[in-house]
């Protein structure tokens, strides 16, 4: 079967100072697929944009502000990730700059600022306990990885750089 993910962006917003991290708490709707757990933002890929295009739009409309600086930290497939089995492919990017007052809260959940050294105490998909740490370290070369899941449990990780 040919893999036809759905591509997305999944963005993870630094404060002015690099020491917190933007997520949302997704808590507002009860058929959410990610109900209760912590998220960067981001979404899916419009038709007519490119994935710094969408990481723009969604940060827009999910947080309110206006990117001045972002880098491709690396890019995630999810096969099977999807409620009904969907398969995903993410570029997860940090925003270092942007302009304007983030949101409080948007239709999906709360707006939090967590410490970057508290996002692992986070309610969290299993899965991004293993591909945060390459998006928050040091070393400058994207990592691509592959992350099956089935029945929403993620069965395998495996990246390169």
């Not at 890929?45 to 600086?69: K, Q």
């Not at 942007?98 to 998909?125: F, K, Q």
């Amino acid at each position: 079967m040919p893999y036809t993910p759905i591509v997305a962006t999944l963005g993870y917003v630094l404060s002015a100072d690099g020491s917190q991290v933007l997520m949302i708490h997704r808590n507002a709707r009860p058929g959410d697929h990610h109900l209760g757990k912590y998220n960067g933002l981001g979404g899916k890929v419009e038709p007519d944009e490119d994935v710094m295009a969408c990481m723009r739009r969604e940060l827009r409309e999910e947080a309110g502000i206006e990117c001045e600086s972002m880098q491709l930290r690396g890019t995630v497939s999810w096969p099977g990730f999807g409620k009904h089995g969907e398969d995903w492919l993410g570029f997860v990017f940090v925003i270092d700059r942007y302009r304007g007052e983030t949101l409080a809260s948007n239709p999906e959940g709360t707006l939090e600022w967590v410490p970057l050294d508290r996002l692992d105490t986070l309610p969290m998909w299993e899965g991004d306990r293993h591909f945060l740490p390459l998006v928050f370290d040091g070393d400058p070369r994207p990592f691509h990885g592959v992350m099956p899941y089935r029945d929403g449990r993620m069965q395998s990780w495996s990246f390169s750089r």
